[in-house]
């Protein structure tokens, strides 16, 4: 197995993505000892969906009759001043400790 893990990896680095997974699959088949179950290995099928004319009608939402907002307006209102950055503290020099 390990040998065909070293080539299914220089396959990768090649680009060769295909023959590297076909490399891996057969180290995997004849190391499990059985093959895979049929109709395990390809993807699955997409649904089939209804075709528009046989789709059910998608329900509206009841109309309540109100055509003018029912609130009313708020006043403006202005955001508060920016809040300044703290104060940027004195340099102090780092002075070494005398032994």
């Known amino acids: 197995m390990k040998k065909e893990m070293l080539e299914a990896l220089r396959l990768t ?37 209804p075709a528009a004319s046989e789709a059910e009608p998608v329900m509206e939402p009841p109309q309540t009759g109100a055509t003018e907002p029912t609130a009313e307006p708020r006043e403006k209102t202005t955001s508060p001043p920016p809040i300044p950055p703290p104060p940027i503290p004195a340099f102090k020099p780092f002075q070494a400790a005398r032994p």
């Open 13 to 49: 680095r090649e680009g060769r993505l295909t023959d590297a997974k076909a490399v891996l699959e057969r180290a995997l088949r004849r190391g499990s000892g059985h093959a895979p179950c049929p109709g395990r290995s390809h993807l699955v099928d997409q649904p089939q969906l």
